[in-house]
Nanobody
């Protein structure tokens, strides 16, 4: 089993930045690709960004390209999501997820086996 804990969420004005962290513990050697998802109230969960185990491959939703950057530090078992130029529509609960079998990221939630509880990001105008 792999446990994931997100941190770094908060309240920020539009145009500001936040950095989210996803700390993994447990059998981290069994995790592969990691993804960030978000869910706003009353909306479906959406893919935000993903990164391969090696860190060499990244994937982004069109809505965050050029503003968000995903990275990982395998020595620290941590994946980061740097979010710049935040907009009110970025407001959501952000969750990270890890796949047990996929080495490269994908936007489909079904490939991810482990999920964190999420961290709230609120962007005000």
């Amino acid at each position: 089993q792999v446990q994931l804990v997100e941190s770094g969420g908060g309240l920020v004005q539009a145009g500001g930045s936040l950095r989210l962290s996803c700390q993994a513990s447990g059998r981290t050697s069994s995790s592969r690709a990691v993804g960030w998802f978000r869910q706003a109230p009353g909306k479906d969960r959406d893919f935000v960004a993903g990164i391969a185990w090696s860190g060499g491959t990244t994937l982004y939703a069109d809505s965050v390209k050029g503003r968000f950057t995903i990275s990982r530090d395998n020595a620290e078992n941590t994946v980061y999501l740097q979010m710049n130029s935040l907009k009110p529509e970025d407001t959501a609960v952000y969750s990270c997820a890890a796949s047990r079998t996929y080495s490269t990221p994908a936007s489909r939630a079904v490939i991810y086996d482990y999920w964190g509880q999420g961290t709230q990001v609120t962007v005000y105008p």
